[in-house]
């Protein structure tokens, strides 16, 4: 019997023939989302800084920092050319190395807006243009940091804030051209960074790393952090035909925590 954690399978080759770019591919939600893309027939070029040992097989990956300029528009010319053009980006890479006060942190400022918002515009400004011959899908990842503004992530949630209000204006500029722009809003989900972010944070301000999962799921109405699938899922559909009518939305994935939060 179906349960609510079953999934039910997507239609196959919903993407077949798709040309796809996923940022931060190598590993986490990224590397779930591509897995997804390529399961639904879609060719996907992937990028990291690092190596990818956890890419999934099929995806190509090019090696960039997409923090810097040179890096976005190195990553934008090899996937072009790899690919043929572009009908997918998805804007995944980022994060949050430095969990204290933001009076403290003047140095990350910069950083954290690059990797979190500008790498996004840097990168949908190389292969939007083209995008308008044929229309496409761009997703941006953000994080319910933009909602709850934890006081020790000020300067990503504010970075996650500036790319959730770029994301809708960019849908209507676009949605002439046939060319959908959502943002994905996403709550706490077990990936590598979850992994370092509890650490980091038991390193900082004491305690234990179980008992701090076990707090971060209790606080979750839905009872469990989420799973990289469970984005994964959601930005297949996204960039599918099914979701033809959606495009200026910001989709909440949390497990409820911010509907518990009003
Ligand atoms: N996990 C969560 O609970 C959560 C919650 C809300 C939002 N998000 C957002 O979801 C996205 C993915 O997070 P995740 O948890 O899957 O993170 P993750 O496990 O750390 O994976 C991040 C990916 O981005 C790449 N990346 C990081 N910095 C980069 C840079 N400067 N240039 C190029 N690639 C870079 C990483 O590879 P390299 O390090 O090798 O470059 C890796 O492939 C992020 O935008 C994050 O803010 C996550």
């Not at 798709?18 to 992937?46: F, M, P």
């Not at 006060?101 to 990168?123: G, P």
């Amino acid at each position: 019997m179906a349960t609510e954690n079953s999934r039910t399978p997507a239609p196959s080759g919903e993407l077949a023939g798709r040309r796809a770019v996923v940022t931060g591919g190598s590993r986490g939600i990224g590397a779930a989302i591509a897995r997804e893309l390529l399961d639904a027939g879609a060719h996907v070029v992937i990028s990291a800084r690092g190596e990818a040992p956890d890419a999934p097989p099929g995806a190509v990956f090019v090696p960039a920092d997409l923090s810097t300029r040179d890096g976005v528009r190195h990553f934008a010319d090899t996937a072009r050319e790899l690919l043929g053009g572009v009908d997918i980006i998805v804007n995944n890479a980022g994060g949050c190395r430095s969990f204290q006060s933001v009076l403290e942190l003047e140095n990350d400022w910069q950083y954290t807006m690059d990797i979190n918002f500008l790498a996004a515009v840097r990168l949908n400004a190389a292969l939007v243009p083209a995008m308008r011959e044929h229309g496409g899908v761009v997703v941006h990842v953000s994080s319910i940091a933009t909602v709850a503004a934890y006081p020790n992530l000020l300067h990503y949630a504010a970075a996650k804030s500036a790319l959730e209000t770029y994301s809708k204006g960019l849908s209507a500029e676009l949605a002439p051209d046939g060319i959908r722009v959502v943002s994905v809003c996403l709550g706490n989900v077990e990936t590598p960074a979850s992994k370092t972010a509890r650490t980091r944070i038991v390193e900082l301000h004491g305690g234990d790393a179980d008992d701090l999962t076990g707090q971060w799921a209790a606080e979750i109405p839905l009872g469990r952090l989420g799973d990289p699938r469970d984005i994964a899922d959601a930005v297949r559909f996204l960039v599918s035909p099914r979701a033809s009518w959606i495009t200026g939305s910001n989709i909440v994935i949390d497990g409820g925590k911010t509907a518990s939060l009003c």
